[in-house]
């Protein structure tokens, strides 16, 4: 794949002010919640694929969490939160009428335009960003079908939270859907020639993603998690490896094409 | 004219700041703000002085990752110097010429000839440079301090080699000449001394405490670089300590005091342990208006405290 052929994941709009923003709703998953923030002036910026970072409440915490955008329409935004640590547990346990500080969106998006045929291929909390992928491709006319896997039945309760018509999901436990990893449904789909891959996942999960892309002669793009401290270019704190050296995740990324990182 | 208020402005050496808050080096990056940012962030920049992340004569692409995580209270890092080089660095300079407040350039390497480079080549260039083409740098930030390089060797422990990166650098420049100490001594003290009598004209204090974090699943390293550099809140109250010391021992020298600074009022316990001037470092990474909150909550306790000026509140609590 040439720079010519596929679009680049920059030059969108990114925005850093502090948002005061109200929960208006939360829904929970087990571990997981898919929190709704009243947060007009993220929104109106917004694009698939980009993160805000949140501040937990409470005063309890230094950093803001890094956290993909689930959703955002009007003047809501919707994040998908995991309770894996003291900060993020925090978050998902915000309730209606609580508030919350977020800065953003930050980072770069998931180019869409000209895309007829989608694939989205989600690991864990990683599947977050490609509901609002998914709700934008679809808008814009594209079929999407969506693959997820899950390690065990805890971590796919998350799976309740999406609404994508042509879902997948595969638990490595064998618990809910296929058993195995979405590697295991990827062999299973008659994916059309031309489809875009959209990838956003744990490393390893990309990896392979990456690879079955290639042998498949596909093309596509990847949303890449990473420890953050300011989210906001400053820091060099959550570089990964690129085919033009280290490059900083929140400001370059996280989106990028799926060819040019080594994850 | 009748003064309204407290004066905020200091003297930082040569350099007149027009009030003492600095962005504390590799925690705050001009570009990357005004790219976020709606307004016109030149303009609107908060600090009296931008001290931008350090440079080093040579690219480095720094630590592998993972290289940040919270701790309680504060936060851990290793970057390890991720920087262009100086000719690269050069090359960006003209982004920065509309700022109007003073550069502060933060100077890395491994030995006294490297820091000279790196200053030399930035001298050679502003004294051809066109006029518009760079912001008005001022002075120089001595990093020996620095807890992430793979030496393992931080400059600053060892008085004699601090002495040698100054009076290498002293060689190379007229201009302002800071030197960023190390808290992983004994005696901070000691070093403060070698940089002075090499010829620095200020101290700046202190950089970042060399410490370790655990997966606590796996119980191995959690950085890339095995350790790291503790800041935050968690440090200030050393930090406070070892800027009282140095204000103690060098009473006449101008001091960059940092460690920890969240608010207003931590800024302004670093004035009265005797700094002339405040970095403020981890805060940036915590909120995008977290300058401009941490300036308008010091000028407000400088009022409520009748403060007529920064200089009056210097050193409160180093006298009986």
Known sequence: MSDADAQTCGDHSQWAETSHCRVAGVRHFGAFAAVELIAPRVARRAAPGQFVMVTVPGGGFLLRRPISLFAAHGDRIGLLVEARGGGSEQLTQLDVGDNVDVAGPLGSAFPTEGVTNALLVGGGIGCAPLQYLADQLAAEGAQVTAAFGFRDFRSARAAGAFSIDRLWVATEDGSVGKAGTVLHILASLDVAPGTTIYACGPNPMVAAVQRWTFAEGLRGYVSLEAHMACGTGSCHGCVVDTARGKVRVCSEGPVFRLDEVTP | ?320
């Open chain 2, 1 to 320: 004219m009748i003064s309204d208020g407290p004066q905020h402005s200091v003297s930082l050496g040569p350099i007149l700041l027009d009030h003492p808050l600095v962005d504390a080096s590799g925690t705050f990056d001009l570009l990357e703000y005004s790219r976020r940012y709606d307004g016109d962030y030149f303009a609107d920049f908060p600090y009296a002085a931008y001290v931008p992340k350090t440079v080093t004569a040579d690219a480095r692409t720094g630590n592998p990752a993972p290289r940040v995580t919270e701790t309680p209270s504060g936060m851990i890092n290793a970057i390890g110097l991720e920087n262009p080089g100086i000719h690269a660095w050069i090359d960006q300079l003209p982004e920065w010429a509309s700022l109007r407040q003073p550069v502060i350039v933060s100077v890395g390497g491994n030995e006294p000839e490297q820091y000279a480079a790196v200053i030399a080549a930035l001298e050679a260039h502003l004294a051809a440079a066109a006029a518009g083409t760079a912001p008005r740098i001022e002075g120089y930030e001595l990093n020996v301090s620095c807890p992430n390089v793979s030496s393992g060797l931080q400059i600053g422990a060892d008085p004699s080699a601090t002495a040698e990166v100054v009076a290498a650098c002293r060689e190379a420049t007229d201009r302002f000449l800071l030197a960023k100490l190390t808290p992983n001594v004994r005696d901070v003290t000691e070093a403060g001394a070698a940089a002075l009598g090499a010829g620095a004209d200020g101290l700046s204090l202190v950089n970042t405490f060399k410490a370790m974090v655990l997966d606590r699943q796996t119980l191995k390293p959690f950085l890339g670089n095995r350790t790291g550099g503790l800041c935050g809140p968690a440090i200030k109250p050393i930090a406070l300590r070892m800027v009282a010391e140095v204000a103690q021992a060098f009473p006449d020298t101008p001091i960059v005091g940092m460690g920890g600074v969240m608010t207003g009022l931590d800024a302004l316990e670093f004035i009265a342990c005797g700094a002339t001037a405040v970095a403020v470092g981890a805060a940036n990474f915590t909120a995008f208006e977290a300058p401009s909150r941490i300036l308008q909550e010091l000028r407000d306790e400088l009022e409520a405290r009748g403060f007529a000026s920064v200089a009056e509140a210097r050193g409160m609590a180093l006298r009986a």
